[in-house]
């Protein structure tokens, strides 16, 4: 593949960037010289293959990292791949710490990365979870078995939204704070809304 150009669109994102500066800009160029388009999505550098995301760069408090949309479908061969959270289901990360990190990873990098283009060319697509194989938390069952009003305005939600609802109530420890949680949203699932709406 041909080296790719820097987006100057983006160049703020590198030259605003208070810790790992080193680090991303030694990242960019490795994305780059796998010639990929250069965008600005979420905030982030993203990175681009016939307008199809392919990686991400972001910078964490502990570490900067390279996303891969679709991560879990790389064969991941070096063990290098971190799924953020149990509940991300597609992207995975490699994480930094220092510029020397990826010096000697740089090889290892742009074969993953040449790897997620051929998945994309592919057209392969990560087999998300279904809306039901999510753990319905007791108490917000309780509430919906208590209130068919909340019920259908729930199960109207889009899959994603009602994803996003399951993820929030499950997190906590205590029930008492579950049931807070459900508390809180309920006038939001009635009017049809999401989460983040």
């Known amino acids: 593949m ?4 820097m987006n100057p669109n983006v160049d703020f994102y590198f030259s605003k960037a208070k ?4 680090e991303i800009k030694k990242l960019r160029t490795i994305i780059l010289d796998c010639g990929l388009t250069e965008e600005l999505k979420w905030g982030c550098p993203c990175y681009t293959f016939q307008k199809s995301n392919i990686v991400l760069i972001h910078g964490f ?7 891969f949309i679709k991560g879990a479908l ?10 953020q959270t149990e509940n991300v289901q597609a992207g995975r990360q490699i994480r930094f710490t220092n510029v020397q990190e990826i010096l000697k990873l740089e090889r290892i990098l742009k074969a993953y990365i040449h790897e997620a ?7 392969l697509k990560v087999e998300l979870k279904k809306t039901t194989e999510f753990r319905m938390p007791e108490e917000f069952q309780n509430i919906l078995d208590d209130m068919p009003e909340l019920k259908i305005a729930f199960y109207n939600l889009t899959p994603g939204r ?19 949680r459900v508390e809180k949203c309920m006038q939001q699932i009635l009017k049809g809304k999401g989460l983040n709406d």
């Open 19 to 22: 810790k790992w500066q080193e």
């Open 117 to 123: 283009i051929e998945v994309e060319k592919a057209g």
């Open 162 to 180: 009602q994803r996003g609802y399951l993820l929030y109530f499950s997190a906590p420890k205590q029930s008492k704070t579950r049931e807070s």
């Open 61 to 67: 408090k502990e570490y900067c990292a390279l996303l």
């Open 2 to 5: 041909t080296k790719s150009r």
């Open 74 to 83: 790389l064969k991941d061969t070096n063990v290098i791949l971190i799924q």
